[in-house]
């Protein structure tokens, strides 16, 4: 059975935190992605990466970085994070080619308070 | 810029009713590719149908079908005799081709929430 596993279910952080949301797929996927999920909003993409080492910004990469060193890995930062960094992440990990689809973890909701 | 667009937010219906969910997308590529994820209350998102934008034969599995329509720019959704598990929010996104690849970033639309009564 595929698997896109996220650290946390549910984290609290307090304002100016540093946090890391993990993320490890055992597909051996090229391909891993950070989402952020808002209500009316659907998901965004915040960075992605398609090889270790390798990161490209998405469509909301402010105020987030991320890390991958390994390839089953990929990591998001939030270097100081900020009340409207609360909301449900993401992550997914996809084959490239013709006919492939991301797998997703089961989330992580982030509340900054 | 590539959009997709689920303009029902909710939808209610009682069990064992048929149930189409709708979606429109805006892109200027040639090759692309459309996806539903079903997310169940639990979070994850499920995989459900993908879609190359050169095949348009549509779909039927089992209570699902799909139905694509390039001139429309549209992929619709319709689940046949619904049941209290498919509610759920249900994702229709789109990904855009290198080539032929899929590069696997995913636009989503908002999301359409089903509730199934029984």
């Known amino acids: 059975d595929v698997k896109v596993t996220q650290s946390s279910r549910y984290l609290v952080k307090r304002t100016g935190e540093k946090v890391f949301l993990e993320c490890v797929q055992d597909?051996?996927?090229?391909?891993m992605f950070w989402y952020r999920q808002d209500p009316g909003l659907g998901l965004r993409l915040i960075y992605f990466s398609y090889d270790v080492k390798m990161k490209e910004k998405g469509d909301i990469p402010e105020g987030y970085s991320v890390s991958r060193e390994k390839k089953e890995r990929f990591s998001l930062i939030l270097e100081s994070a900020s009340t409207n960094q609360t909301s449900m992440y993401l992550c997914?990990?996809?084959?490239?080619?013709?006919?492939?689809?991301?797998?997703f973890g089961q989330g992580t909701r982030l509340t900054v308070v | 810029a590539q959009k997709v667009t689920q303009a029902q937010t909710e939808i209610s219906v009682v069990e064992k009713e048929d149930v189409t969910l709708d979606c429109v997308y805006e892109?200027?590529?040639?090759?692309?590719?459309l996806f539903w994820y079903k997310q169940p209350p639990s979070g994850e998102l499920v995989f459900l149908i993908r879609?190359?934008?050169?095949?348009?034969q549509n779909e039927i599995s089992g209570r699902y079908s799909w139905n694509f329509q390039k001139s429309t720019s549209s992929f619709n959704f319709t689940i046949t005799a619904s049941q209290v598990v498919d509610s759920a929010v249900y994702f229709c996104a789109l990904s855009e081709a290198i080539g032929s690849s899929n590069t696997g970033k995913l636009i989503f639309g908002q999301g359409t929430t089903l509730q199934v009564k029984p």
């Open positions: 879609r190359n934008s050169f095949d348009e």
């Open positions: 597909m051996d996927h090229e391909n």
């Open positions: 997914a990990s996809s084959s490239p080619g013709m006919n492939t689809e991301a797998f």
């Open positions: 892109t200027r590529d040639t090759t692309y590719y």
